[in-house]
């Protein structure tokens, strides 16, 4: 039961630091690529 606990905690962990880096670099690099289409387009 602990084992199953642990196996789904690491998975969820990994999920998210797998995911987080990729938000976080979306966030900074999708903003200023959005406004440059805006002000070019």
């Known amino acids: 039961m602990l084992g199953?606990?642990?196996i789904a905690?690491?998975?969820i962990t990994g999920a998210y630091l797998g995911i987080a880096p990729v938000g976080v670099a979306t966030f900074f690099l999708g903003w200023p690529y959005l406004a440059w289409n805006l002000l070019t387009g």
């Open 4 to 6: 199953s606990i642990n």
């Open 9 to 11: 905690m690491a998975v």
